[in-house]
């Protein structure tokens, strides 16, 4: 038995993707559980993934309330950055602004079912591509802080998807017949003059392999809250996904701070 206040899991740019579930100074490798039986067992606990108190009920991605309204990892930028004020020194933390919006930031077109444009530090290339489940990603901007990044996003979303159906990416195993370098050349023309300075230069294209063994032909998003317990034997981890043959999946990132125990 492995007892967590869930997190989302660590990753690993290996093929494929190595996937490790951390709860203090215990670890559990994901990736050895595929084909196995487990059964998850929410307790009913909660704890904010800042401050740690025990409560009712949390915000975002497992904040209580009063570090949901304070907390800089949970600030409106988070979800918007082109709506980050750091640049002018307007922030609920400047230090942890230094070191996570007033730092160089990539835009980039993304191909998980479909092709999407996204905004990530640089601190989190890879990571942030894998959680969203990606196949294909390339470079297309590069900007000394957050807002400028996110920005160009807006400027780019009236002509490309931001978003991801999380259905139709984790039953997506090829990546569709998208030419990114295309693509790239594409959104450079759309952009705003005063934009295309920031243009990146890297063509490379990052692809990634996910452990999926098989898929089931549908599948039903868990949620903890109406369904504390249930069992399956895990078949795919993609994104911050577990998939089972019975076709439930549980987004781990969504359920941070529910305290758990997974049997195997």
Same mark, same amino acid.
């Given at each position: ?195 295309? !300075? @920031? =243009?990146?230069? /890297? #063509? ?13 032909? %549908? *599948? ?19 994104? !911050? @996904? =577990?998939?089972? /043959? #019975? ?13 758990? %125990? *997974?049997?195997?």
């Amino acid at each position: 038995m492995f007892e967590a206040v869930l997190r989302k899991m660590k990753v690993q740019d290996q093929r494929p993707v190595h996937y490790v579930l951390e709860s203090g100074d215990v670890a559990i490798d994901v990736n050895d559980l595929l084909n196995h039986q487990i059964t998850f067992e929410h307790t009913g606990d909660k704890y904010c993934v800042k401050c740690g108190a025990k409560v009712n009920k949390l915000y975002g991605e497992g904040f209580c309330y009063k570090c949901f309204i304070t907390a800089p990892e949970a600030d409106v930028c988070i979800i918007h950055p082109e709506k980050c004020q750091a640049h002018l020194g307007i922030s609920r933390d400047m230090e942890w602004s230094k070191q996570n919006c007033l730092i160089d930031h990539f835009v980039y077109l993304a191909v998980t079912d479909h092709l999407k444009v996204g905004v990530t530090r640089l601190n989190q290339v890879p990571n942030r591509w894998i959680d969203q489940g990606a196949l294909k990603v390339i470079k297309l901007a590069r900007t000394p802080y957050r807002q400028l990044a996110g920005l160009i996003e807006v400027d780019l979303k009236q002509y490309f998807s931001d978003k991801t159906n999380w259905k139709r990416m984790l039953l997506t195993t090829e990546p569709p017949d998208i030419d990114l370098i295309e693509q790239k050349r594409k959104a450079a023309t759309l952009l705003k003059p005063e934009f295309r !300075q @920031y =243009l990146e230069l /890297d #063509n490379t294209i990052y692809s990634f392999e996910y452990p999926v063994l098989y898929l089931p032909e %549908k *599948i039903t998003s868990v949620n903890l809250d109406k369904t504390p317990g249930f069992s399956g034997k895990l078949i795919g981890i993609k994104g !911050q @996904y =577990l998939i089972f /043959d #019975n076709g439930l999946v549980i987004n781990i990132r969504k359920f941070s701070g529910y305290f758990v %125990k *997974i049997y195997t």
